[in-house]
Protein backbone atom coordinates (compact mmCIF):
# COMPACT_ATOMS: atom_id res chain seq x y z
CA UNK A 1 0.00 0.00 0.00
CA UNK A 2 1.06 3.37 -1.17
CA UNK A 3 1.63 6.10 1.83
CA UNK A 4 -0.01 9.27 1.15
CA UNK A 5 2.31 11.88 1.20
CA UNK A 6 2.22 14.76 3.95
CA UNK A 7 4.07 17.31 1.86
CA UNK A 8 3.80 17.95 -1.54
CA UNK A 9 5.36 20.51 -3.17
CA UNK A 10 4.53 21.27 -7.24
CA UNK A 11 6.20 23.44 -9.46
CA UNK A 12 7.37 25.91 -6.91
CA UNK A 13 9.32 29.25 -8.92
CA UNK A 14 10.29 32.36 -7.12
CA UNK A 15 11.44 35.50 -8.56
CA UNK A 16 12.93 38.79 -7.39
CA UNK A 17 13.20 42.04 -9.11
CA UNK A 18 16.50 43.45 -9.22
CA UNK A 19 17.79 46.91 -10.65
CA UNK A 20 18.96 44.41 -13.74
CA UNK A 21 15.63 42.50 -13.90
CA UNK A 22 14.07 39.61 -12.60
CA UNK A 23 16.23 37.31 -10.75
CA UNK A 24 15.03 33.36 -10.76
CA UNK A 25 16.18 31.94 -7.96
CA UNK A 26 13.38 28.75 -7.96
CA UNK A 27 12.22 26.97 -10.94
CA UNK A 28 9.96 24.38 -10.95
CA UNK A 29 10.81 22.65 -8.00
CA UNK A 30 8.92 19.54 -7.12
CA UNK A 31 8.86 17.10 -4.91
CA UNK A 32 6.83 15.00 -2.21
CA UNK A 33 7.51 13.40 1.31
CA UNK A 34 5.20 10.55 3.36
CA UNK A 35 5.18 10.69 7.23
CA UNK A 36 8.42 10.28 8.64
CA UNK A 37 10.30 11.00 5.57
CA UNK A 38 13.38 13.05 6.00
CA UNK A 39 15.24 14.87 3.35
CA UNK A 40 18.48 16.95 2.86
CA UNK A 41 19.12 19.45 -0.09
CA UNK A 42 22.44 20.44 -0.72
CA UNK A 43 23.88 23.38 -3.13
CA UNK A 44 26.13 26.08 -2.78
CA UNK A 45 25.43 29.74 -1.00
CA UNK A 46 22.95 31.31 -2.95
CA UNK A 47 21.47 28.24 -4.45
CA UNK A 48 17.95 29.19 -2.93
CA UNK A 49 17.77 26.85 -0.36
CA UNK A 50 16.77 29.17 2.29
CA UNK A 51 14.22 30.91 0.25
CA UNK A 52 13.00 27.13 -0.52
CA UNK A 53 11.92 26.61 3.20
CA UNK A 54 11.00 29.81 3.59
CA UNK A 55 7.98 28.92 1.03
CA UNK A 56 7.72 25.59 2.54
CA UNK A 57 7.16 27.15 5.78
CA UNK A 58 4.87 30.00 4.30
CA UNK A 59 7.25 32.77 4.89
CA UNK A 60 7.42 33.67 1.74
CA UNK A 61 5.54 33.47 -1.03
CA UNK A 62 5.89 32.07 -4.50
CA UNK A 63 5.87 33.58 -7.87
CA UNK A 64 3.86 30.28 -8.78
CA UNK A 65 3.03 26.14 -7.94
CA UNK A 66 2.01 25.46 -4.84
CA UNK A 67 2.64 23.44 -1.71
CA UNK A 68 0.01 21.58 0.52
CA UNK A 69 0.46 19.64 3.75
CA UNK A 70 -1.68 16.73 4.22
CA UNK A 71 -3.70 17.68 0.87
CA UNK A 72 -4.24 21.20 2.35
CA UNK A 73 -2.98 24.21 0.33
CA UNK A 74 -0.49 26.42 3.00
CA UNK A 75 -2.10 29.90 3.56
CA UNK A 76 1.14 31.54 1.60
CA UNK A 77 -0.32 33.27 -1.18
CA UNK A 78 -1.12 37.23 -0.86
CA UNK A 79 -4.94 36.41 -0.28
CA UNK A 80 -4.34 35.25 3.40
CA UNK A 81 -3.82 37.55 6.11
CA UNK A 82 -0.81 37.82 8.18
CA UNK A 83 -2.94 36.48 11.50
CA UNK A 84 -3.88 33.19 9.11
CA UNK A 85 -0.47 32.55 8.01
CA UNK A 86 0.81 32.79 11.63
CA UNK A 87 -1.51 30.65 12.72
CA UNK A 88 -0.73 28.31 10.27
CA UNK A 89 2.93 28.08 10.72
CA UNK A 90 2.55 28.17 14.47
CA UNK A 91 0.43 25.04 14.45
CA UNK A 92 1.70 23.25 11.67
CA UNK A 93 5.59 24.08 11.17
CA UNK A 94 8.74 24.02 13.07
CA UNK A 95 11.62 25.65 12.72
CA UNK A 96 15.18 24.97 13.73
CA UNK A 97 18.08 27.64 12.57
CA UNK A 98 21.61 27.65 12.33
CA UNK A 99 21.48 30.38 15.23
CA UNK A 100 19.61 29.14 17.93
CA UNK A 101 17.31 31.74 18.44
CA UNK A 102 16.51 31.42 21.84
CA UNK A 103 15.68 34.11 24.62
CA UNK A 104 18.78 34.66 26.92
CA UNK A 105 16.66 35.57 29.86
CA UNK A 106 14.49 32.19 29.91
CA UNK A 107 15.15 28.93 30.67
CA UNK A 108 15.52 26.04 28.91
CA UNK A 109 12.01 24.94 29.45
CA UNK A 110 10.39 28.51 29.27
CA UNK A 111 12.19 28.69 25.93
CA UNK A 112 10.79 25.04 24.75
CA UNK A 113 7.05 26.14 25.61
CA UNK A 114 7.22 29.26 24.29
CA UNK A 115 5.02 28.03 20.94
CA UNK A 116 2.15 27.08 23.20
CA UNK A 117 1.63 30.69 24.38
CA UNK A 118 1.41 31.76 20.62
CA UNK A 119 -3.02 30.81 21.15
CA UNK A 120 -3.16 30.37 24.86
CA UNK A 121 -1.65 30.38 28.23
CA UNK A 122 0.79 27.22 28.65
CA UNK A 123 -1.32 24.29 30.06
CA UNK A 124 -0.02 21.67 32.46
CA UNK A 125 -0.09 19.48 29.54
CA UNK A 126 2.10 21.77 27.00
CA UNK A 127 4.60 21.87 29.85
CA UNK A 128 4.40 18.06 30.26
CA UNK A 129 5.60 17.86 26.75
CA UNK A 130 8.49 20.32 26.51
CA UNK A 131 9.51 18.91 29.42
CA UNK A 132 9.40 15.06 28.14
CA UNK A 133 11.03 16.68 24.50
CA UNK A 134 14.12 18.36 26.85
CA UNK A 135 14.39 14.57 28.60
CA UNK A 136 14.55 13.09 25.11
CA UNK A 137 17.35 15.26 23.67
CA UNK A 138 19.15 14.78 26.85
CA UNK A 139 18.66 17.83 28.71
CA UNK A 140 16.46 16.62 32.01
CA UNK A 141 18.90 17.83 33.86
CA UNK A 142 19.24 21.40 32.34
CA UNK A 143 15.95 22.38 31.95
CA UNK A 144 16.33 24.90 34.05
CA UNK A 145 19.65 26.43 33.22
CA UNK A 146 20.12 29.84 30.77
CA UNK A 147 21.09 29.38 27.43
CA UNK A 148 24.43 31.19 28.61
CA UNK A 149 24.48 28.26 30.76
CA UNK A 150 24.72 25.65 27.87
CA UNK A 151 26.80 24.09 25.19
CA UNK A 152 26.08 25.58 21.31
CA UNK A 153 25.18 21.65 20.87
CA UNK A 154 22.55 21.96 24.07
CA UNK A 155 21.10 24.84 22.72
CA UNK A 156 20.35 23.56 19.42
CA UNK A 157 18.47 20.53 20.64
CA UNK A 158 16.73 23.13 22.90
CA UNK A 159 15.53 24.69 19.62
CA UNK A 160 15.17 21.11 18.21
CA UNK A 161 12.41 20.40 21.36
CA UNK A 162 10.80 23.68 20.95
CA UNK A 163 10.18 23.33 17.27
CA UNK A 164 8.68 19.75 18.19
CA UNK A 165 6.54 21.27 20.94
CA UNK A 166 3.06 21.36 19.11
CA UNK A 167 3.65 18.00 17.56
CA UNK A 168 3.62 19.82 13.87
CA UNK A 169 3.40 18.16 10.42
CA UNK A 170 6.49 19.75 9.10
CA UNK A 171 10.23 20.58 10.63
CA UNK A 172 12.56 23.09 8.43
CA UNK A 173 15.80 22.91 9.22
CA UNK A 174 18.09 25.26 8.08
CA UNK A 175 21.93 24.98 8.10
CA UNK A 176 21.14 23.34 11.68
CA UNK A 177 24.67 21.85 12.63
CA UNK A 178 26.73 24.94 11.03
CA UNK A 179 27.94 26.25 14.01
CA UNK A 180 28.06 22.95 15.71
CA UNK A 181 31.81 20.39 16.21
CA UNK A 182 31.00 17.05 13.78
CA UNK A 183 29.58 14.95 17.44
CA UNK A 184 27.47 17.29 18.37
CA UNK A 185 26.21 17.84 14.78
CA UNK A 186 25.66 13.96 14.43
CA UNK A 187 23.71 14.18 18.04
CA UNK A 188 21.35 16.97 16.77
CA UNK A 189 20.59 15.39 13.21
CA UNK A 190 20.07 12.14 14.77
CA UNK A 191 17.48 13.72 16.94
CA UNK A 192 15.68 15.76 14.52
CA UNK A 193 15.40 12.95 12.69
CA UNK A 194 13.87 10.42 15.43
CA UNK A 195 11.66 12.52 16.76
CA UNK A 196 10.21 13.99 13.31
CA UNK A 197 9.56 10.38 12.83
CA UNK A 198 7.50 9.64 16.04
CA UNK A 199 5.21 12.00 15.38
CA UNK A 200 4.34 11.24 11.93
CA UNK A 201 5.81 14.50 10.61
CA UNK A 202 8.42 15.21 7.62
CA UNK A 203 11.87 16.48 7.51
CA UNK A 204 13.68 18.82 5.48
CA UNK A 205 17.12 19.76 5.89
CA UNK A 206 19.35 22.32 4.07
CA UNK A 207 22.93 22.01 4.65
CA UNK A 208 26.17 22.24 3.39
CA UNK A 209 27.49 19.34 5.58
CA UNK A 210 27.99 15.97 3.68
CA UNK A 211 28.04 14.23 7.01
CA UNK A 212 24.44 15.70 7.90
CA UNK A 213 23.07 14.87 4.25
CA UNK A 214 24.30 11.73 4.28
CA UNK A 215 22.94 10.78 8.10
CA UNK A 216 19.66 11.65 6.51
CA UNK A 217 20.04 9.58 3.81
CA UNK A 218 17.32 10.72 1.04
CA UNK A 219 19.97 14.02 -0.86
CA UNK A 220 18.33 16.32 -3.18
CA UNK A 221 20.74 18.97 -5.03
CA UNK A 222 19.49 22.55 -5.41
CA UNK A 223 21.73 24.17 -8.60
CA UNK A 224 20.68 27.05 -10.87
CA UNK A 225 17.34 27.31 -9.47
CA UNK A 226 16.26 23.35 -9.89
CA UNK A 227 16.20 20.22 -7.32
CA UNK A 228 17.84 17.46 -8.42
CA UNK A 229 16.03 14.11 -9.29
Known amino acids: MVEEPVLEVDCISKSFATPSGMLRVLEGVSFSLAAGQPMAIMGPSGSGKSTLLSILGGLEEPTSGSVRLSGVQTPAHSGDSARVRAAFRNRHVGFVFQEHHLLGGCTAIDNVVLPGLATAAVSRQIEARGRWLLER ?86 VDGRLSP
Open 137 to 222: VGLASRMWHLPSELSGGERQRVAVARALLLSPQLILADEPTGQLDAHAAAEVTTLMIQLTAEAGGVLVVATHSAAVATRIGTIRHL
